[in-house]
């Protein structure tokens, strides 16, 4: 008798063990991070750094504020309302924008940071700069958290 309630207790454990695992992590990891919205794959995540920046950009070289501003994130709308035009602002009436590149996206402390190199022509003169842009997820959509001078050179691509 004790040897058949034993094979009971084993096929009972032996069938719930699936279950045990789903909730461990184990199995349907990707249906959980997908449900996640604080927590995107990598590629994702710079694939739409990317788009992000290439749009803000695109609306540097148009001098389209309201595209630029609907790039960034929330808290950063209010400072750029007052700086966007200004004298040293990306859409400044006094220079133009003539060329705009990404040169590199990698993750970053506070998300994505892409780097760029921007070419602005002030009468005769012409100047490229670098500038890095912060990309974070909010809720379900990515925007432009930060920007400031400077930013990564490209990592040497890995030939084998």
Not at 34 to 48: I, L, N
Request: with cysteine.
């Amino acid at each position: 008798m004790a040897v058949a309630h034993s094979r009971a207790a084993l096929v009972t454990a032996l069938a719930l063990l699936p279950f045990t695992l789903l909730g461990c992590g184990l199995g349907g990891a990707d249906e959980k991070a997908a449900e996640q919205p604080g927590r995107a794959p990598a590629e994702e995540a710079g694939t739409k750094a990317r788009e992000r920046v290439q749009a803000y950009l695109d609306a540097m070289i148009a001098k389209d504020v309201a595209a630029g501003r609907s790039q960034l994130c929330a808290p950063a709308q209010g400072s750029f309302d007052s700086a966007a035009t200004g004298p040293n602002g990306d859409f400044a009436d006094h220079f133009t924008v003539t060329e705009a590149a990404i040169t590199d996206v990698r993750p970053g402390a506070a998300g994505q940071e892409v780097s760029t190199s921007v070419t602005v022509t002030v009468g005769t003169r012409e100047a490229t700069r670098p500038l890095l842009f912060t990309v974070t997820r909010s809720g379900a959509d990515w925007c432009v958290a930060g920007e400031a001078p400077g930013g990564h050179t490209p990592e040497p691509s890995v030939t084998p």
